[in-house]
């Protein structure tokens, strides 16, 4: 096989375990049942209102942010599409296989809020660090990344502390557990990113048709 090839491989077989590990995360969320973290909240309260399932709300929502980071010159990469896909749909599925119990121990569920925020931050480096695009909402963050002076935990705070407000409002639970994810997602991202040396401010992206050029040549 071509080295290219192989490259491009091993980079789809780390994005897609990345993006297991998030959607495995956000179902540790729910099952802690002690509010979702922001971006579920909007989804919920969105898929309440419409009467269909989060990981579809996910999907959709992450289409049109794709949109609104077209339009701000972001570039959109695999990994964009394939993040907008592939979480909701992880999502979906790992809830229909009814493995993560909902404990009612309440440190437990404390516990499990934050190996969601941990386990996400792993999984948005498995994905991004690859620099075949961010996810939607990811690349919405490096919007603001690449057009302020905002630090990595300043950008999720302000955008999930937004997206957290209009969820509620739908009609999205929140509790304890949404307020442990506002305050601790941005930190506890940026300790993961230092912890594995990884700036992400500095990443360069290729676009979709980047990809499909070097592979073309390859």
């Not at 290219?4 to 099952?31: E, N, P, T, W």
């Not at 909007?42 to 309440?48: E, L, R, S, T, V």
């Not at 690449?146 to 639970?173: D, M, Q, W």
């Not at 594995?196 to 676009?207: A, G, I, P, T």
């Amino acid at each position: 096989m071509n080295n290219i090839y192989l490259d491009y491989a091993k980079k789809m077989v780390r994005m897609v375990f990345g993006l297991f590990l998030c959607g495995f995360a956000i179902v540790l969320s729910i099952q802690a049942n002690l509010g979702l973290s922001p971006w579920d909240v909007f989804h919920y309260g969105i898929a309440q209102q419409i009467g269909t399932t989060i990981g579809r709300v996910n999907i959709v929502a992450g289409f049109f942010i794709v949109i609104v980071d077209a339009i701000m010159k972001e570039k959109i990469g695999v990994g964009t599409i394939t993040n907008m896909f592939l979480i909701g749909t992880f999502m979906d599925l790992i809830m229909s296989w009814n493995i993560i119990p909902a404990p009612e121990n309440i440190v437990i569920r404390i516990c499990m809020v934050l190996a969601c925020l941990v386990l996400v931050s792993f999984g948005v480096y498995f994905y991004i660090s690859n620099g075949l695009g961010g996810g939607p909402r990811d690349s919405f963050m490096l919007v603001l990344l690449h057009r302020t002076k905002l630090k990595v935990y300043s950008a999720r705070i302000l955008i999930e502390g937004t997206v957290f407000v209009i969820g509620y409002l739908l009609g999205g639970p929140v509790g304890i557990g949404t307020v442990i994810a506002v305050v601790c997602s941005g930190p506890i991202m940026d300790i993961v990113f230092r912890f594995l040396k990884f700036d992400v401010s500095s990443l360069k992206h290729e676009s979709l048709k980047d990809t499909f050029e070097n592979l073309r040549k390859g």
